[in-house]
């Protein structure tokens, strides 16, 4: 049971129920859809970038609680973000979980994403926003991303 | 069911304590708690008999098949041939020509497809399958539709989980060349009154195959008495190993069809003019099979057969019906799938909660369910949802286990509260 408090923290709860920026983004001009075909969950994110910084992010789409959480926490940290500082964080959050980097260390409010770590079937539901929206900023056209 | 039937079986017929001994790799805990396990619609657990007659073939009798005159292959002739005739009587068929061995029910399912169905089928005609089928029964005919123009078309479902069978006199048309049909539904436990859909198909001559893969393990099949075309299903979610499953096909259907693969076993003499291919069942059956796997999927049905398949599916309604009535009573929980005539399927989504997170809390308390779309996307659809949680039993299982899934619906909710 204590890991699955470490993985459904009240803040991924909270995130869950009340998911922010979760709305679309009419005048987005770059989108993607993320799906992961294991599990149906499917999303989309919007970004709408001005001279290089992420004015507005946002995400509408169903899936479970971790992916949910994950998408609407990965909204508010890259919002007034620099591209440069998004790349960044996407490969803190990518390094973290999947472990590539055995020192890396989630930043600030991601860290109540830890604790997918202990579940390695999940991992994909917590990388999926991140997918998405890495693949929405490096295109100007709508795209689709799978993690699978 | 009737009270009768409960009575015998609570008795006598069964005794589960016993049986879960014959299935080693239940007496685990997984992350601290005893293995409770739920999925047995995605694979079924295995006796220590099959896993022994699998274990003795290697040590004892390992060598290939229909080749050489030394007694190791002769001894591994005779075991691959002694399994496909217990294939046979399992299913009620004619005769051991009928049986080919395949890697699965998905595998036969192809080569139907390819075999049968792809040299008669011609723009304009149609194949008939359901909303309820598996992947399975549903890609290999969607690609032999392309390769021929030929039409996909579905029988309807309705919110039971049952067929829309009123319409099925339109469907079964003259364009109809095949219809493909599971026996029972494996993401919501249907069972397909397929003994009259055969018979309205049959009555316009229209060949049906039957995906039995989640029916094996629950129902007493006689192909004869269904008089079904084609039948298949798959060892390893009928307590045999995986990679091993079988083709029913009626022999004058099996005989006018081309092979599908080719290679050794299924010739009779190859030379770079012409090749002559073996009689049945061979000539399906290229390359060296899975002999082991045809030996344990023999020990398989010898164990079903030893404890009577009537009284495990007897048991396994009872513990059906038994989960229904607990998870109907819960708070919060939907059962999807709500069909007459079901077996040992209980797909349920718990309020607010979502499948894969349900998998995982009921995995921390050793409680192993599916969770996801069971390969059965369209049946999704139509609920307008993209998975479901889906506790799925067998006769190992025991009321005791129907309590922790209980359980460990409650901590979901506790936790999501």
Not at chain 2, 31 to 43: F, I, K, M, Q
Not at chain 2, 135 to 152: D, F, R, Y
Not at chain 2, 342 to 352: G, H, R, T
């Amino acid at each position: 049971m204590s890991d699955l408090r470490d993985l459904y923290q009240q803040v991924i709860m909270d995130h869950k129920k009340n998911p922010r920026n979760f709305r679309e983004i009419v005048d987005a001009n770059h989108m993607a859809h993320g799906n992961n075909p294991l599990c149906g969950d499917a999303l989309v994110v919007y970004v709408k970038l001005n001279d290089g910084v992420i004015e507005d992010v946002s995400f509408q789409g169903s899936g479970c609680a971790i992916s949910v959480a994950s998408a609407s926490l990965m909204t508010e940290t890259l919002k007034g973000k620099t591209l440069e500082e998004a790349e960044k964080l996407y490969d803190n959050v990518h390094n973290a979980l999947t472990g590539e980097s055995e020192n890396a260390e989630l930043a600030g409010k991601l860290q109540v994403l830890g604790g997918v770590k202990e579940f390695p079937a999940r991992v994909k539901c917590a990388t999926l926003s991140w997918h998405t929206v890495h693949a929405a900023m490096d295109n100007d056209h709508d795209i689709s991303v799978s993690t699978e | 069911m009737t009270q009768t039937e409960l009575k015998v079986v609570d008795s006598t017929a069964l005794d589960v304590e016993v049986i879960r001994q014959d299935f080693p790799i239940l007496n685990q805990e997984v992350n601290g708690h005893p293995l409770v396990y739920l999925d047995n619609a995605a694979s079924s657990q295995k006796p220590i008999q099959v896993i022994e007659a699998v274990d003795a073939y290697y040590r004892l009798d390992n060598a290939n098949v229909h080749r050489g005159v030394h007694r190791l292959s002769q001894r591994a002739t005779d075991a691959y041939e002694g399994a496909r005739d217990k294939v046979r009587g399992f299913l009620g068929a004619k005769s051991d020509k009928e049986i080919i061995f395949t890697r699965g029910a998905t595998e036969a399912i192809n080569l139907v497809a390819q075999s049968f169905a792809r040299p008669q089928l011609k723009a304009g005609d149609e194949v008939l399958i359901s909303y309820l089928e598996h992947h399975a029964n549903i890609v290999p005919w969607q690609m032999v539709c392309e390769q021929t123009g030929a039409k996909l078309k579905v029988i309807p479902m309705v919110e039971s989980g049952e067929l829309d069978l009123t319409g099925l006199d339109e469907l079964l048309n003259e364009r109809t060349k095949i219809l493909a049909i599971g026996h029972v539904s494996n993401a919501l436990g249907t069972v397909n009154p397929i003994k009259d859909i055969i018979a309205k198909a049959k009555a316009k001559s229209i060949p049906v195959l039957v995906d039995g893969a989640q029916a094996v393990p629950h129902l007493v099949v006689d192909v004869q008495d269904l008089d079904c075309d084609f039948y298949v299903f798959s060892g390893h979610k009928m307590f045999a190993p995986t990679g091993i499953g079988a083709l029913y096909g009626k022999q004058a259907l099996l005989e006018a069809m081309p092979p599908w693969q080719g290679g050794g076993d299924m010739i009779l003499s190859v030379s770079f003019d012409n090749t002559i291919y073996n009689a049945l069942p061979y000539k399906f059956e290229a390359g060296t099979p899975h002999i082991a796997g045809a030996v344990g999927l023999g020990a398989a049905i010898d164990y079903m057969n030893s404890l009577g398949i009537e009284n495990l599916a007897a048991y396994e309604h009872h513990l059906l019906d038994a989960a229904t009535r607990k998870l109907e009573a819960m708070d919060g929980v939907r059962i999807i799938g709500t069909a007459k005539d079901k077996a040992s399927v209980l797909s349920f989504m718990i309020e607010d909660v979502h499948p894969h997170d349900v998998g995982t809390i009921f995995d921390q308390q050793g409680v192993a369910i599916r969770a996801g779309h069971h390969c059965a996307q369209p049946v999704m659809q139509f609920y307008g949802i993209a998975a479901t949680a889906r506790a799925s039993f067998a006769f190992y299982n025991t009321e005791q286990e129907i309590d922790a899934l209980v359980n460990a619906i409650k901590t979901t909710q506790e936790l999501f509260a």
